[in-house]
């Protein structure tokens, strides 16, 4: 049995194998998005390819 990983070391360890695709937070975490969607929430949002 080995020491217990600290935090930083986990975290390191996950990326590793996941890579870092982990959000820091969920969607449950965050604060809801409005309801109403301007022209500023499309272009935030536009795939790359509709340039």
């Known amino acids: 049995m080995g ?6 070391e986990r975290r390191r360890k996950i ?3 996941f890579g870092d695709v982990l959000p820091d ?5 965050r604060e809801p998005e409005p309801e ?6 499309y ?9």
């Open 3 to 8: 020491r217990e990983l600290t935090p930083e």
């Open 15 to 17: 990326d590793e194998v």
């Open 25 to 29: 937070t969920t969607k449950d975490e």
């Open 36 to 41: 109403q969607r301007d022209d500023d929430w």
């Open 43 to 51: 272009l935030r949002n536009k795939p790359p390819h509709h340039g």
